[in-house]
């Protein structure tokens, strides 16, 4: 969701920016834009769709050593050249960016802007106008960048640029991700370390309600009552190569093929100098002491935390119920006395999540968040963090991210029912070790899984996925990842729930994907197969060895059942990609979604 890169330096800044803004796609947008500043003026250059279609806009003699970029993935005003950043402010002087969302941009424009001219539909602009509003009635720059943030209501990333003062960027963050990177001869500004990796590695974070004077040589954090802020920088440990495509031809294959990898490296950090699984810190014993566990993610992460709850309460016989954020702020139940909140999340940013994080915190409650990003908003504000150390993970569509936050999950659930004293009954190391094999194996038949897109998805409209117990968990993820980047209406469903309703929905063709892995329901999964294709589903069987019939249509490899969502998602990933390729879409980017969803 909307990213935001800046530059101020030696050297030429339009290209740093919309390199920039190329490494930020990922997180999802519809329209970008960048604005440079140079002896004749700022040059704003922007475009409706791909940063591609910006730089083909962009005047290449035009050189700067200063700019701001900006894609945009529109909530106030539709895709369009004109709604897309930057803004400028009446006269031109100012020119600002922003992500988030200005709750109050109506009431501000009333009671500030009556005699002003809007020329978008955005409430960014709103704070671009306010700024020179100030300006007009005397402020200097930064006092009016001040004034004016603190009647902001709501979310934001800000950079802000001064024609008149062309060797400084204004920068602040309110519950919107934003940091600061620092160079010998410049400085920048991104939304994600990942955008600047190709200027540097060292960043300084932002903390909500602070503002940043950046030129070259300096950076000062100021609290808004105006007082310095003083901040360690970090090296962002990001490998460029992590960040490129390689031969893939997408993000989401190569992710999808890294999940072996993924598994290794789980079991590795968890583990100690003896080989035995261990949590860092005291965050299993927090888990031991809590009464209940209340798992709050969204999404993939969301469907994680279902997997993840059987092994807390299955193994270490904590009690724990799960909650999707965005419905959890607004419908709290009746807490218990101990609660443990754990937040699943793989860029960590999740504004439904991040609400949920506050208001916890406010009633006093512990919380964990486990991410794939350190330093990230709801790892800074946890008390506890648990890393995924899937590597960043770029395509919209989550994959290795699922299963690792599922490993970890299980990691943490085992070494909690060891502090309690409860026997799992397998060696999880062995298990886990097992499951990189099974995964590997799985991504090695590639062929298999695109004939069965082929076959089941090319021409239908819908397609069901069903499971009973955890396989139930495993077909919602599948549904999702086919329905967002191949735009087929996919539902996962409980087998047993079909017959309450959605078998009125079942056809001549319907193509329905049912998972067999768990035995205790083998025998009722299959029942639900033959009442789907009785009344003329083309179902496609994909079973656990050792529980597969004759007409499964695929067979996975043998693994631990209670660790078989780790498998069976892999298929249901691979099939998603295979089908939205035959249907010609942009897998890594579908349509509508953000990779990094930053507002509530
Ligand atoms: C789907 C997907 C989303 C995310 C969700 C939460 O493939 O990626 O459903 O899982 O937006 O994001 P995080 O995990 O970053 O909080």
Redesign the pocket.
């Known amino acids: 969701m909307c990213g935001i890169v800046g530059y101020i330096g030696q050297l030429d800044a339009k290209e740093i920016l919309l390199k920039g803004l190329e490494k930020l796609e990922y997180r999802g947008y519809d329209s970008a834009g960048i604005a440079v500043a140079n002896e004749d003026g700022v040059h704003v250059f922007k475009e409706k769709g791909r940063i591609a279609d910006l730089r083909a806009a962009v005047d290449q003699t035009v050189m700067s050593q200063a700019g701001i970029g900006h894609t945009r993935w529109a909530t106030h005003g539709e895709p369009s050249r004109l709604n897309a950043h930057p803004h400028q402010s009446a006269s031109g002087r100012f020119t600002l960016v922003h992500n988030g969302v200005i709750e109050n941009y109506v009431q501000l424009t009333r009671e500030y802007l009556q005699d002003v001219e809007l020329k978008s539909d955005t409430d960014t602009e709103v704070v671009v106008q306010l700024i020179e509003q100030f300006v007009k009635g005397g402020l200097d720059t930064e006092e009016a960048f001040r004034q004016t943030l603190m009647l902001l209501k709501g979310s934001y990333a800000i950079a802000l640029f001064d024609l008149e003062n062309k060797g400084t960027i204004y920068v602040a963050k309110n519950k919107s991700p934003l940091l600061v990177g620092l160079g010998d001869t410049f400085n920048v500004v991104a939304s994600d370390a990942m955008a600047m990796l190709q200027v540097t590695n060292e960043y300084v974070e932002l903390m909500d309600k602070e503002m940043v004077i950046v030129t070259d040589k300096k950076v000062v954090i100021k609290n808004l009552d105006g007082e310095l802020m003083s901040r360690a920088s970090y090296i962002a440990e990001l490998d460029a190569s992590d960040i490129e495509k390689g031969t893939y031809p997408h993000y989401m294959l190569k992710e999808i093929d890294e999940q072996p990898l993924v598994m290794r490296k789980i079991i590795q950090t968890y583990q100690d100098e003896n080989g035995k699984l261990s949590i860092p810190g005291d965050v299993a014993e927090a888990v031991a002491e809590a009464d209940r566990v209340y798992i709050i993610?969204?999404?993939?992460?969301y469907h994680a935390g279902l997997v993840g709850k059987q092994f807390i309460e299955s193994w270490a016989k904590v009690p724990a119920e799960v909650h999707v954020a965005s419905e959890f702020s607004y419908n709290m139940p009746l807490l218990s006395e101990k609660p443990l909140f754990i937040f699943?999340?793989?860029?960590?940013?999740?504004a439904d999540?991040r609400a949920v994080l506050v208001q916890v915190k406010k009633l006093g409650h512990k919380a964990l968040t486990i991410t794939n990003v350190p330093g990230s908003t709801l790892s800074r504000e946890a008390d506890y963090t648990l890393l995924l150390n899937a590597g960043p993970e770029i395509a919209?569509?989550?994959t290795k991210?699922y299963t690792a936050q599922i490993a970890v999950l299980a990691i943490l659930a085992a070494v909690t029912a060891e502090s309690r004293g409860k026997a799992l009954g397998f060696d999880l190391v062995k298990e886990l070790g097992i499951i990189g094999n099974a995964m590997e194996a799985l991504c090695d038949q590639k062929d298999e899984m695109e004939m069965i897109a082929r076959e089941y998805l090319t021409v239908t409209r819908n397609a069901f996925f069903i499971g009973r117990g955890l396989d139930y968990f495993v077909c919602l993820e599948g549904a999702?990842?086919l329905k967002?980047i191949s735009y087929i209406q996919a539902e996962g469903f409980a087998g047993g729930e079909l017959k309450h309703g959605t078998i009125a929905l079942i056809e001549d063709g319907t193509p329905v994907i049912a998972l067999a892995t768990q035995e205790h329901v083998n025998l009722s999964i299959r029942g639900n197969v033959k009442e789907v294709t009785a009344r003329g589903a083309n179902a496609c069987v994909i079973s656990l060895k050792g529980l597969e019939e004759a007409d499964d249509r695929f067979v996975l490899p043998e693994v631990q059942p209670e660790l078989a969502p780790l498998v069976s998602v892999i298929p249901l990933q691979l099939i998603a990609y295979y089908a939205a390729l035959h249907r010609g879409c942009d897998v890594d980017k579908p349509r509508n979604l953000a990779?990094?969803?930053t507002v509530e």
């Open positions: 993610a969204c999404g993939t992460s699943i999340s793989q860029s960590g940013e999740t999540s919209v569509a989550s991210a999702l990842k967002e990779k990094s969803v």
